[in-house]
């Protein structure tokens, strides 16, 4: 597993590589996790699925509050981004208070991959 974080530009836990996961990468990726700032303003949603996608994930993961704000020409930009450069991974997206076209964009990056939305309140 990995773990991105993302504004408008990319940080990765050890570097963005895909860890094998055991109680000690676990544990040091949750401290990682608690460590980081957040809240920036900046959502550079494609830009990071990519990241992911080069990393070599074939499941991603992704939380945002679905407002594509940087890194590609808004919603479609981003959109199209994700779907050009998936090598087949599967999208589940987690919209954190995504509403109207947010939304919208959060669950359309999931079917694109057959991945699932789910709204997170």
Not at 84 to 104: D, E, I, K, L, T
């Amino acid at each position: 597993f990995g773990i991105l974080t993302y504004d408008c530009g990319v940080i990765g836990w050890r570097g963005g590589e895909l860890q094998e996961s055991s109680a000690s990468t676990r544990a040091a990726a949750e401290d990682w996790i608690r460590k980081q700032l957040w809240a920036t303003g900046s959502t550079g949603t494609g830009p990071a699925t990519v990241s992911a996608f080069a990393a070599g994930a074939r499941c991603v993961v992704l939380l945002t509050d679905g407002e594509p704000n940087c890194g590609a020409d808004g919603v479609a930009g981003h959109r199209s981004m994700i779907a050009y450069n998936n090598p087949g991974a599967v999208v589940h997206v987690f919209g954190v208070q995504a509403s109207g076209p947010w939304r919208a964009f959060c669950q359309g990056v999931a079917a694109d991959s057959g991945g699932r939305y789910v709204d997170v309140p």
